[in-house]
């Protein structure tokens, strides 16, 4: 019996993998897609999302790419004649040091360079929208309207139901287990519901994507870093319709949830995993025994300057999972030079739900023949030489880099 063939096989049904099923079934009708997801779609690091889709940034880079997420949600409400529901709050960056505020400053400019909506506001502005802020040992407040959050699961199955509708075969349950080569060229994946033949494979397999580029003889240059949130019990002093804030002085992001606040923070001490050690279905991991409380507690003074209840609010959920990262904070995605018909959708750095638009437009273009509309040159898997992205010394490299990370 031959084997099943597809022009473009994804592995991985996060929102990265579905995006890009989107894309190509929307660009190119009459083609073969398949993705292949081992658990439920968006299962892993996607539903898990505090999905603030973040365009201003102070990576230019990521910009046209949020920028094609908003446009690709837009398209999908109407090819599916429902509302995604985003929250477009607008979002403040408040600096309360001379080095913030010239961050601000750059980054207003970038506002301002990309065409988007930026104002300063005044503290007892800032306060008057967010209720639970104290606002008072702020040096510069910038105000940006049209920056908005999503329910991150709905967002990826937005886009797998859209794929479906175009064509796309979107399956659950069938995992990866080898890639198929022929030399340096890919030419299909084993699976565990038989082989699929396919012109280019694509892996969107996030945390656990060194695990198949290895399988293809690639060393995949990024780690899983832990990402956690909190979220209080619900107060009239989070407002629905508050705007988000991000506090680069605490390293801290707040954004409304159902009448109650999403708070998260970078720690100084992020922790990386080998993707070997990740169990295959996420929700069996053990984050944190003490539910993040000693990273929380490291920067709870500095946090309670600017969010005076964070002492005495409930804090009702906390949330953790993997996002990839790499030791500059930039994506590690694109075609290799090294094999043939294989390209990685990877290395999110914390950002995936933001840029998904753009990665799986750029993705789909690839997998097709044609240019990648965007510049990728920063986010090359190989820039970091020849590593070893399940050694501890790769691992700590990339943990130190989340810990740093300022915004967004
Ligand atoms: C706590 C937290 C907060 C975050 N907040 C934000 C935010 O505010 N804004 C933002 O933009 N981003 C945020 N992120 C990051 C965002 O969630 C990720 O960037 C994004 O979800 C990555 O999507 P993905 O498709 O690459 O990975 P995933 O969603 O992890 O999907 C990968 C999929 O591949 C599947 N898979 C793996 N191996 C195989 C195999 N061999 N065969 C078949 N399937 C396989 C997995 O089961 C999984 O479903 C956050 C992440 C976390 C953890």
Wanted: proline share 4%; net charge negative; hydrophobic share 45%.
């Amino acid at each position: 019996m031959s084997n099943e063939k597809a022009n473009v096989v994804i592995v991985g049904g996060g929102v990265f993998g579905n995006s890009i099923a989107y894309h190509y079934a929307k660009n190119n009708p009459g083609k073969k897609i398949i993705v292949l997801e081992r658990n439920e779609l968006c299962n892993a690091a996607t539903s898990r999302a505090a999905a603030m889709i973040t365009k201003i940034r102070a990576k230019k880079e990521f910009i046209p790419l949020a920028k094609q997420t908003y446009t690709a949600i837009a398209e999908m409400e109407t090819l599916l004649g429902e509302s995604l529901d985003i929250k477009t709050v607008g979002i403040m960056h408040i600096a309360a040091s001379e080095t913030k505020v010239s961050d601000l400053e750059e980054l207003v400019k970038t506002a301002s360079k990309f065409g988007e909506r930026w104002e300063y506001i005044s503290a007892e502005k800032a306060e008057q929208m967010a209720p639970w802020l104290n606002a008072s040992t702020s040096l510069k407040i910038a105000y940006m309207p049209d920056e908005a959050y999503c329910d991150p699961y709905l967002l990826g199955t937005f886009y797998a139901r859209t794929a479906k509708l175009l064509g796309a075969d979107i399956r659950q349950g069938v995992e990866v287990t080898d890639i198929l080569m022929d030399g340096d060229t890919a030419t299909g994946v084993v699976t565990t519901d038989g082989i699929i033949d396919a012109d280019v494979v694509i892996i969107a397999a996030g945390a656990w994507a060194p695990i198949l580029a290895k399988k293809a003889g690639i060393n995949l240059a990024l780690a899983p870093v832990r990402s956690q949130y909190w979220i209080t019990e619900r107060n009239e002093i989070f407002p629905e319709s508050m705007p988000m804030v991000v506090l680069p002085d605490v390293n801290a992001y707040l954004r409304p949830e159902g009448g109650a606040l999403l708070f998260g923070i970078r720690e100084r001490q992020s922790i990386a995993v080998s993707p070997n050690d990740i169990p295959n279905d996420i929700s069996s991991f053990k984050f944190s025994d003490d539910k993040g409380m000693n990273d929380l507690s490291e920067v709870i003074d500095r946090l309670a300057a600017f969010f005076p209840r964070v002492y005495d609010i409930g804090l009702k959920y906390y949330i953790a999972g993997f996002s990839a990262y790499t030791p500059d904070n930039y994506l590690s995605m694109g075609s290799t030079t090294k094999k043939n018909n294989i390209l990685f959708a990877t290395g999110c750095v914390g950002a995936g739900i933001a840029v998904c638009g753009g990665v799986g437009l750029a993705f789909a273009e690839m997998a097709a023949g044609k240019p990648n509309p965007y510049d990728f040159s920063a986010f090359d898997i190989h820039r970091f030489g020849d590593i070893d992205p399940f050694s501890e010394e790769w691992l700590q490299k990339c943990a130190i880099a989340r810990s740093v990370k300022n915004s967004g």
